[in-house]
């Protein structure tokens, strides 16, 4: 399959790309010490912050998913689910381009709550974002090469040039999704909040994805998130 590149296959492909997505991830599973759902053994609930390793959720994210999913406590991610082994991960990826979305963490409300999952996953493009239009559903935010958030999902996209990226002579395309990993159903008013939340969550991944694979200049990624419009 293809690797998607320019905001008109994002939005307008994204319904297929999504449904190619599940079928890759749920094959997948997540190894290590967690069973095939993504939740360590001893299911520990933390705080958002404490999610993907420790370092992959700002306190802003953290803000931002108790926005997404109501809740401000999760189960505790599997160990095989960190932001550094994410980055190394992409790291040995380069130069290939990956087939389809890699799973990079998955946050899950406490069990015994209403079911609500996301996932957060990484896949290399072959260039840039272009200047095509992005779905209607989707606002384009200036972060990185580019930003489209949704009210179920959110993408950066961001160019890597790094020493760690030797197979790709130093320079990668990356691009981090999070997504609502349901049929997404929210309330028309809250829109603009939803979108703003899964940008900052995005940005937050897609930030120390950058930091962990020494990108220059952090990927054009700025220190905190940026929600306007583009």
Known sequence: ????????????????AVVVGSLFLGATGCG?????????KDNKVVAGTQLCGGRAISADAARA??????????EASSKSYTVA????DLALATPGLTAGRE???????????????LRITWRLAENA???EPAAAKFTVLKMGDETLAAADMAY??????????????????VVIGVEHWAVAEYPEDNVKALKDAYATVAHS??????????????????????????
Request: hydrophobic residues 30%; aromatic residues 6%.
């Open 205 to 230: 991944f897609s930030l120390a994805m950058a930091k962990e694979l020494r990108c220059e200049n952090n990927g054009g990624l700025p220190v905190k998130p940026v929600l306007d419009p583009a």
């Open 32 to 40: 290590g010490d967690g069973d095939n759902d993504g939740l360590p």
């Open 103 to 117: 799973d990079a963490c998955r946050v899950f409300k406490p069990t015994g709550t209403r079911q609500f999952q």
């Open 129 to 131: 974002p272009t200047d």
């Open 65 to 74: 998913l108790e926005v997404i999913t109501g809740t401000s406590r999760f």
């Open 1 to 16: 399959m293809r690797t998607v590149n320019s905001r008109r296959s994002v939005g307008g492909g994204l319904l297929s």
């Open 85 to 88: 082994r994410a980055s190394s």
């Open 156 to 173: 950066v996209y961001f160019t890597c040039r790094s020493d760690k990226l030797v197979g790709s002579g130093g320079e990668a395309h």
